[in-house]
């Protein structure tokens, strides 16, 4: 009895010893999606890009602690930080006859399903700031065109502190001006020539002298908080709190520039940041921001970012950096956070039988809080060139009202039992119209014509 107690002992002896000697593997390397070979983009796309990746996994139930997920996915958007990082470029360009608070309402105004904080919603619908008090991550979310623009680090904090005060003090104005500090140095320290090693080390330095931001915390901390906050969340109380603690920018904005800092290119960052749970989309886009300015963004990345933008961004974006990109011309999956002028043409049927993808885009349901306009085309049981005459008059509809957008879903392949190429042709000349966005499949199958 003695005997085989000590050979279980040596066993588990053996086993330990084994285990504690077994060699320790360094982090895994993060997978990319996208080539950095070739052109690589800095700009204020780099903060919409972490946006738009982290749209999808935000919140507690959402959140991912892992690096190796996909970029962008069906139900990937923009968000109310997007929107106000436009806003800010609006300003920026028309500083003499366009007011800060003007540009956030004029932008919050035309995207309000955008998901912002219960406080910013209620100043969309009154049109007053109030007295600021917001100590979140709203001004740092939006930073970003503020260090593009700067010519100084002074400048760049002080812009930042201005584009701040509508709505935050604090530690939500100081967030916003430690963000924009860390991408103006790593935009100036590319222009020099220095090191991306060199570049961080000004970075942290910096920001923990000016900010007083513990940079030396570990993602894998990082990550620990914020699973331990959602552990909480048994309630509707306790979601509301995870959320407002989640967006502090204390928290957040030190996170996004340690994100950074452990970091080997842009598509790390915005992964690192993502991977740290709770306010996923800032987190992103503030990363983003900054990284975009350090590594450069892929150019591919930038291409594919563009398909969630409607085209009005895009012109502010073109304006703000003197680009010309043009928008994609396909309709993204998600456009709940939209404007309110937004149409899904769908593939309509006969009373009693089912219709075609994005009917049920225009009803309201459990799932579809916020539903959408609709233009029927009257598809199922249709002769093509029944069909045919419906796109036509659709076409033309969209002609006459510019100030509406329309996204085509799957008419006439979907149930009606067409094909793309047949249906395709149909639609020809909705290509040329700026407010018309086509699916991917339909395009390409114009482009091979």
């Avoid at 009257?378 to 008059?393: H, N, P, W, Y």
């Amino acid at each position: 009895m003695k005997a085989e107690q000590t050979m279980k002992e040596t066993k588990k002896n053996k086993a330990a010893m084994k285990k504690a000697t077994k060699k320790v593997s360094g982090p895994k390397p993060i997978k990319r999606e996208y080539p950095v070979e070739g052109k690589m983009y800095r700009g204020v796309l780099g903060s919409i890009i972490g946006d738009v990746a982290g749209s999808s996994r935000e919140g507690y139930k959402s959140n991912t602690y892992r690096t190796d997920f996909k970029m962008f996915v069906s139900n990937s958007t923009f968000t109310d930080d997007t929107v106000l990082t436009v806003a800010l470029m609006d300003w920026l360009c028309h500083k003499d006859t366009l007011p800060l608070k003007d540009a956030l309402l004029k932008w919050g105004r035309k995207f309000p399903n955008a998901s912002y904080g219960r406080r910013f919603s209620a100043i969309i619908k009154s049109g007053d700031f109030g007295e600021a008090i917001a100590t979140t991550n709203g001004g740092a979310m939006r930073v970003n065109p503020v260090a593009v623009s700067a010519k100084s680090l002074k400048e760049a904090i002080a812009l930042a502190k201005e584009s701040a005060a509508p709505s935050h003090i604090g530690e939500g104005s100081k967030g916003a001006q430690a963000v924009a500090a860390a991408a103006y140095i790593a935009k100036e320290g590319i222009a020099k020539g220095k090191s991306v090693a060199e570049i961080k080390a000004e970075i942290k330095s910096t920001i923990e002298k000016e900010f007083g931001y513990n940079l030396d915390t570990t993602v894998e901390e990082c990550r620990e908080v914020t699973r331990r906050n959602a552990a909480q969340v048994t309630s509707r109380t306790q979601r509301t709190e995870f959320y407002h603690r989640m967006c502090e920018a204390d928290l957040t904005c030190p996170e996004a520039i340690i994100a950074v800092l452990n970091a080997n290119s842009y598509e790390e960052a915005v992964r690192i940041a993502i991977s740290m749970g709770g306010d996923s989309d800032t987190l992103g886009a503030m990363a983003g921001g900054i990284a975009s300015q350090l590594f450069g963004t892929p150019e591919a990345m930038v291409k594919a970012c563009l398909l969630y933008l409607p085209a009005e961004m895009i012109d502010v974006i073109n304006e703000f950096e003197g680009s010309k990109r043009e928008p994609t011309g396909v309709t993204p999956p998600r456009i709940d956070r939209w404007s309110e002028d937004e149409y899904v043409v769908y593939g309509d049927a006969p009373e009693g039988q089912e219709g075609e993808a994005g009917k049920a885009e225009t009803f309201p349901s459990r799932y579809n809080s916020n539903p959408r306009k609709g233009y029927p085309i009257l598809t199922v049981g249709q002769g093509l060139e029944d069909i045919r005459k419906s796109v036509k008059a659709f076409i033309a509809e969209a002609k006459k009202h510019p100030e509406r957008r329309y996204h085509v879903r799957k008419v006439g392949y979907n149930k009606a039992g067409y094909t793309v190429g047949q249906i395709a042709p149909l639609f020809a000349d909705a290509v040329a119209l700026r407010n018309v966005l086509l699916p991917k499949e339909m395009l390409d199958e114009l482009k091979r014509r």
